[in-house]
């Protein structure tokens, strides 16, 4: 004869064994999440959980953190619409100036960046994380100055009709916009 106590005890044992499981499931997630947060920060050099967050909420891994401060750059390549040859090339070569390796992760998101456009929420976005990155202390291989010497790069790579108008006014007024976005504020 069974015992429906018994019976009843071992279910119970299973449910709470399940859902100890599942727990401690979560809290390895948890502390992965917060230690690849760690590392993502660490590799800007900053310790704000917060600006780690935006990195991470934007896509950044620890191996692709280094593109942010080329979006701004590739914001001015897409300026009219499309990249150029000259500014693909331009840009690709920044990114290898920063380290960016062919075929790497950050090479495959920058690749993917210069075939289809990013959304210009990203372009906002990376704009505010570098400036605030800039503010907190944060570290990255380029000044503010060398960014937007590169977007000015990028923006007369294609030239004009006949080397007239070399920049352009939408690239003009890009090169306003991303200069005013990444700069810090003086306080």
Known sequence: ???????????????????????????RQRAKAQQELRELGEQVGITDPELSRGLAEMGFTPETVRLLPLIPVLEMAWAEGGVTAAERKMVIEAARGRGIEAGGPADRQLTEWLDQRPEDSVFR????LIRALVESGGRFDMTTDDIIKNCEAIAEASGGLFGIRRVSSDERETLSRIANEIKSRQK
Not at 5 to 24: H, M, N, P, T, V
Not at 125 to 128: C, F, I
């Open 1 to 27: 004869m069974d015992d429906p106590s018994g019976r009843k005890r071992a279910i119970e044992d299973a449910y709470f064994q399940k859902r100890d499981r599942e727990l401690i499931e979560q809290m």
């Open 125 to 128: 976005r990376a704009g505010s």
